[in-house]
């Protein structure tokens, strides 16, 4: 689950990693505790087992006189190995159960405390100002369903809240969207993948998803199987117990899923429209690389996802995330935020985390290294999902009602170049 080596030879390392997280600091001693009663528990179980094993050895060539002593003296040992191998398997369980506790090691840098203590690395473009066209500008539900492109009120009817329909040119938009994502991520290596959207408990917590965040994971319990909340979870999988050749570069993939969030926690936040709901379309960039390269790749999706954001034509920010709010197995993570005309402020459509080797260890994905095996690293990165609608209406909206389609998108929509309540207008 972690490095234990370098946990036990700095300790202090991991405790600045949970305060700066907010998290106990006491955790890293009792792991280290019950890592020394592990290993003591096993290392007298072994003993007590070889002892046993050379005894069995003197009862076969004692004499016979000898034997039913040496054999009453053997059950007495086979019962104690046993007696020590039960306590060793409750030391190793309890030292699991802690050590699953522990996220992973931050990454030196990355600001300390909670969602407000994030750091702007860098803001792009101006937010419109709609003064200048002469219009209070209205928000993406108002504008998706005069466009009739968004239907939450039959979503709620059918589903319940936080639930919707896509029909028409909002249907289209979205699939424009991950068609044109698709195509950023492959042409930057990554392969298009369609990935499974169930997945099984130990592909779920080898993610770090069953932590502290388990409430927004749905579960069929019945099948004992997991709804995935990002494709990250099982293109994690995808290698699982496997030793993998990066000797030629990064594994890539595109993972293209529904997602899905139960949103606990959530209750009154984003209630409107489509920014916060149950059921999702995204396109999720997904790498496997050497430890060494960790940090170059995460740079390099975070580039990939800015391309996204430009091609669409957002004005957006990019933050450092705090160490308070990064997920269990990131080790440090990068939002880019668009602006929402309507809210007058920056919301998420984008993050990417470097997991550093934090799933792959848990996972048990490694590649040989200099005679031996060693752990990956996976980083993932969104490059598109449903939310994206939101500023793409918001921001390109025009007084008589319509929205001008990003030049990037016209070719997935045939040419479309705006779509207005009498209808689309195309290029000529």
């Known amino acids: 689950m972690i490095d234990l080596v370098l946990l036990r030879e700095n300790p202090d390392l991991f405790k600045a990693s949970q305060e700066a997280r907010g998290l106990p600091v006491g955790l890293v001693d009792e792991i280290l505790a019950a890592d020394s009663a592990r290993r003591a528990a096993i290392t007298a179980f072994e003993d007590a087992r070889a002892e046993q094993k050379s005894f069995s050895s003197q009862i076969a060539t004692a004499a016979k006189e000898d034997k039913p002593a040496l054999i009453a003296q053997g059950k007495e040992k086979s019962a104690r190995v046993k007696a020590l191998q039960a306590e060793s398997d409750e030391a190793t369980f309890a030292f699991e159960a802690l050590a699953a506790k522990l996220p992973n090691l931050i990454i030196d840098g990355i600001p300390a405390g909670g969602e407000e203590n994030f750091a702007t690395l860098k803001t792009v473009g101006e937010p419109r100002d709609f003064s200048i066209d002469g219009f209070e500008p209205l928000d993406h539900l108002e504008i998706g369903e005069k466009l009739r492109a968004i239907d939450t009120q039959r979503g709620t009817k059918v589903s319940g809240a936080r639930f919707h329909y896509l029909t028409g040119f909002g249907a289209k938009l979205e699939m424009a969207l991950l068609n044109l994502a698709r195509d950023v991520a492959e042409d930057a290596g990554f392969c298009p993948t369609i990935t499974p959207t169930l997945v099984k408990p ?65 209750y009154g936040k984003d209630t409107r429209g489509i920014i916060r709901v149950h059921q999702f379309q995204k396109v999720e960039m997904f790498s496997y690389v050497q430890v060494e390269q960790a940090e170059a790749e995460h740079d390099r999706m975070l580039a990939l996802q800015e391309k996204m954001l430009q091609l669409c034509e957002l004005p957006y920010r990019v933050i450092d995330t705090a160490a308070g709010d990064l997920g269990d197995s990131a080790a440090r993570k990068y939002d880019c935020e668009a602006w929402v005309p309507t809210q007058g402020t920056y919301r998420e459509l984008t993050s990417t985390s470097n997991c550093t080797t934090f799933q792959a260890r848990r996972l048990q994905i490694r590649e040989r290294h200099s005679g031996a095996t060693r752990p990956v690293a996976t980083l993932n990165g969104t ?5 994206w609608l939101v500023p793409i209406l918001e921001n390109h909206q025009q007084a008589d009602g319509s929205v001008t389609v990003p030049a990037a998108l016209r070719p997935y929509l045939g040419g479309m170049v705006a779509q207005g309540p009498e209808g689309p207008r195309f290029e000529r």
């Open 383 to 387: 490059m598109a999902n449903t939310r």
């Open 202 to 266: 130990e592909v779920m917590r080898g993610t770090g998803f069953l932590g502290e965040h388990a409430d927004e994971v749905y579960r069929l319990e019945a099948d004992d199987l997991f709804l995935v909340g990002t494709s990250e979870v099982p293109l994690a999988g995808y290698h699982m117990d496997e030793i993998i050749d990066l000797e030629d570069g990064p594994l890539r993939y595109a993972g293209i899923s529904s997602c899905y969030r139960r949103e606990a926690g959530s």
